[in-house]
């Protein structure tokens, strides 16, 4: 059953950590609870890669939403389905859809991106917000942690006062213009990612209603 979530959220940024509150964060990736269809996208507000703010629920309101949550520009399947889902971008414009992808990544790191479309906006979650809201937000085990760490650059939160890191289970929704979830796929084994074939499916299902 998804937690019920009250979002309050205060961040002071260090030298090298986020600090964020825990609100919805699973123990491992597997038990994850990601929001089913059916559910409203609460009410958040992301940065984008200038550091303005974006409110999730104004940009729903323009177009129906394909809303990508990954890992991070470190991960390559998450880089991989980037580029595919780019690819599908006109197909996905002529069935009146919008592309938001949202990462723990901070907005400096999203303007690294050759992602450059007004169409297709990267958007920051470096609190975990949205990804807590979702209910996609799980702890890494503290050796998976060290090697992201060390190795892989990742954006650490410091949560409850214990120094974590978390991420999110990738997934994608198909969300329309009041926010609600009309599609979702997670899945806990990030090297699966959904097929652009059916995500486009996903998209004219909802545009057909």
């Known amino acids: 059953?998804?937690?019920?979530?009250?979002?309050?959220?205060?961040?002071?940024?260090?030298?090298?950590?986020t600090a964020a509150t825990a609100i919805n964060i699973a123990d491992q990736a597997e038990k994850v609870s990601p929001l089913l269809p059916g559910l409203t996208v609460p009410a958040i507000t992301l940065k984008d890669k200038t550091g303005k703010n974006v409110?999730?629920?104004?940009r729903f309101a323009e177009k129906t939403t394909v809303l990508i949550v990954y890992r991070g520009g470190w991960c390559p399947y998450c880089s991989k389905q980037l580029a595919n889902v780019q690819k599908i971008e006109a197909e996905l414009a002529d069935l009146g859809a919008q592309i938001?992808?949202?990462?723990?990544?901070?907005?400096?790191?999203?303007?690294?991106?050759?992602?450059?479309?007004?169409?297709?906006?990267?958007?920051?979650?470096?609190?975990?917000?949205?990804?807590?809201?979702l209910?996609?937000?799980?702890?890494?085990?503290?050796?998976?942690?060290?090697?992201?760490?060390?190795?892989?650059?990742v954006n650490f939160v410091s949560l409850e006062g214990k120094a974590k890191v978390a991420l999110p289970v990738p997934a994608v929704f198909v969300i329309d213009k009041q926010g609600l979830v009309h599609f979702q796929y997670a899945n806990p084994n990030y090297k699966v990612r959904l097929?652009?074939?059916?995500?486009?499916?996903?998209?004219?299902?909802?545009s057909e209603q």
Not at 1 to 11: E, N, P, Q, T, V
Not at 55 to 58: D, F, Y
Not at 135 to 150: E, Q, W
Not at 195 to 206: M, Q
């Open 195 to 206: 097929t652009e074939s059916l995500l486009l499916a996903a998209v004219k299902s909802v």
């Open 135 to 153: 209910g996609l937000a799980f702890y890494l085990d503290d050796k998976t942690a060290t090697i992201y760490r060390n190795k892989l650059g």
């Open 100 to 133: 938001i992808a949202v990462s723990p990544d901070s907005p400096e790191k999203l303007a690294e991106t050759k992602i450059d479309s007004p169409n297709y906006q990267l958007l920051s979650d470096d609190s975990l917000l949205l990804s807590q809201a």
């Open 55 to 58: 409110v999730l629920a104004e």
């Open 1 to 17: 059953m998804l937690k019920a979530i009250i979002l309050a959220c205060s961040i002071a940024v260090t030298a090298s950590v």
